[in-house]
């Protein structure tokens, strides 16, 4: 009875906290991650105060949210989408993952980290955050822009490609030679293709069956598919988050529309949750330490992502000013940066990586949607003002034009 008490007590205060810290973060309209983060460091390990009873919960809970979060991206798109995307925009998504891929991995590998990290740490480093980027284009009313879907489309990819990216961290973090790890790739590409396969030709099938005009049937069939998918995706070696999202890509049309309204606020709480739990399985210690090769680490991906971005939206043939919106909006890194520092922590493969990991996503997290917004009007004017400023070789010749020209693909931002 006392044990049940104060697991309540702790789990509800918990809950409690985090919608008020939900709200805060709604008022000052930023992505409330940072503050989930945050309340994990201060009840965790070395924080100031400890959760007891109701750690074991949120663990679970924690397990629930990954699994959550890949399904709910998995519902935004369709198969047909991922197949065309592959296809138009897969040489951005190659340059999205050398470039942003690896200064993580170098960095672990000058740290002394071993390769294993270095691998962790380029998927930490190399993934945006499509669900703050989503909330940061809807705020700044930037939808119906002719460079956001370049930017979808990287979101898209790097999503997919976490189909094959996960299995292989799993692989390497259990330890699995280069037969076991060969196999457990094989099973997740084999999955993911004929999850694709079966989702083009036979998803309407697939989705009547899931299909409810019941809200209540249609969440249960839904959710208890999904986490028996992830179970034995996981079973497999797989990932149960992989599992999850393949589920997702499969359903389309009104199932998908009615499991995305219904299963959302299920999401935000579980997510919430999961990141409180990596946060609680970090010592508030182990951060200073580590804050100096997180703020490098940062500032260099912040280049790279807006390099991304940019070389994206000019290659689809977008105006100067929306490449550089593109660039500055890729910026935020989030939930699958944790998601994939998170199977480290578990594997204990490092002690440091996971501080590194928190404070590196608390740094853009926070810094990302600055750089959606100011990212075009100061590239802007610093052009403006070098081609305002003459040079020593061109004082005699005509002066520079005193505004910038506008690109035609600029001349229609919103829809």
């Keep these: 009875m006392h044990s049940s008490a104060v697991f309540l007590i702790e789990f509800g205060c918990l809950i409690l906290g985090l919608g008020l810290l939900g709200r805060l ?60 995307n592959l296809r138009t925009h897969y040489p951005a ?53 002719r460079e956001t879907p370049t930017i979808l489309s990287i979101l898209v990819l ?18 699995a030679g280069w037969a076991a790890g060969s196999i457990t790739l094989a099973i997740a590409l084999g999955a993911a293709a004929l999850v694709l396969v079966l989702a083009v030709r036979y998803g309407r099938h697939i989705s009547r069956f899931v299909s409810s005009d019941d809200p209540e049937k249609l969440l249960l069939v839904v959710l208890g598919l999904t986490l028996v998918i992830a179970g034995l995706a996981q079973r497999l070696q797989v990932s149960a988050a992989v599992g999850a999202f393949l589920v997702g890509i499969a359903l389309s049309g009104e199932v998908a529309e009615g499991a995305h309204s219904l299963l959302s606020p299920l999401r935000d709480l579980f997510a919430a949750v999961f990141f409180v739990f990596f946060g609680l399985n970090t010592d508030p210690a182990t951060i200073p330490p580590v804050l100096l090769p997180a703020l490098t680490l940062a500032t260099v991906t912040t280049l790279t992502k807006i390099a991304t971005g940019y070389w994206a939206a000019r290659r689809a043939g977008i105006g100067r000013k929306g490449r550089w919106r593109a660039g ?29 990991a928190t404070a ?26 070098r081609r305002r400023t003459p040079t020593p070789a061109a004082v005699d010749a005509a002066p520079a034009p005193p505004y910038e020209t506008i690109d035609s693909q600029d001349t229609v931002d919103h829809a």
Excluded: C, H, Q
């Design 25 to 84: 973060a709604g008022r000052l309209r930023f992505s409330p991650i940072p503050l989930y983060l945050l309340a994990g460091l201060a009840f965790g390990k070395g924080g100031l105060l400890p959760l007891g009873s109701s750690e074991d919960f949120v663990a679970v809970g924690a397990e629930i949210g990954v699994i959550l979060l890949l399904l709910m991206l998995g519902l935004e798109y369709t198969a047909s989408d991922l197949v065309t």
């Design 93 to 145: 998504g190659i340059v999205d993952a050398v470039l942003n891929a690896l200064p993580g991995a170098v960095l672990a590998l000058l740290l002394g980290w071993g390769p294993v990290a270095a691998v962790v740490l380029a998927g930490v480093t190399w993934v945006s955050s499509s669900g703050v980027i989503a909330k940061v284009l809807g705020d700044l009313g930037r939808l119906g822009n």
């Design 158 to 175: 790097e999503d997919l490609s976490m189909a094959v990216y996960l299995p292989i961290v799993t692989a390497l973090l259990v330890g």
């Design 328 to 356: 500055g909006t890729l910026v935020a890194r989030g939930e699958f940066s944790i998601v994939i520092a998170g199977l480290a922590v578990t594997a204990g493969i490092e002690p440091s990586l996971g501080p590194l």
């Design 360 to 385: 590196y996503v608390l740094i853009l997290v926070l810094l990302g949607p600055i750089t959606a917004r100011y990212t075009e009007p100061l590239a802007t004017r610093m052009l403006v003002r």
